[in-house]
């Protein structure tokens, strides 16, 4: 059985950082592509941060979080994070995590398509405060 584990939301002021986990067993992350999403109260979920499989190699990020966002991953762990630094109350949302064989397809719904992705996780709640 494939799960997705997110951990590590929380709240923090304007400013603060928080480190993302996921946590991914059932599969072996380096052949996935993974991604950050995040849904917003009242908003569509949105792509965040994503990355291909090992051999793919590509990475994206909405325009909203460069600079201020890390996506990294780590194969031995089989873990996926996302290191969220300067963060702003616009990024309160649940941050859910995703896998797909298909690292064009995860690629795609990450910059807004409606490629259907094979795995999510249940989320993990960040609230930033002013």
């Known amino acids: 059985e494939v799960q997705l584990v997110e951990s590590g939301g929380g709240s923090v002021q304007a400013g603060g950082s928080l480190r993302l986990s996921c946590a991914a067993s059932g599969i072996s992350s380096e052949d996935f592509a993974i991604g950050w999403f995040r849904q917003a109260p009242g908003k569509r979920r949105e792509g965040v941060s994503c990355?291909?499989?090992?051999?793919?190699?590509?990475?994206y990020y909405e325009d909203s979080v460069k600079g201020r966002f890390t996506i990294s991953r780590d194969n031995a762990e089989n873990r996926i994070f996302l290191e969220m630094n300067n963060l702003k109350p616009e990024d309160t949302a649940v941050y859910y995590c995703?896998?797909?064989?298909?690292?064009?397809?995860?690629?795609?719904?990450?910059?807004?398509?409606?490629?259907?992705?094979?795995?999510w996780g249940k989320g993990t709640q960040v609230t930033v405060a002013r």
């Open positions: 995703a896998a797909d064989r298909s690292s064009i397809g995860l690629l795609n719904t990450c910059q807004g398509g409606s490629y259907d992705l094979e795995y």
């Open positions: 990355v291909g499989s090992d051999f793919d190699g590509r990475t």
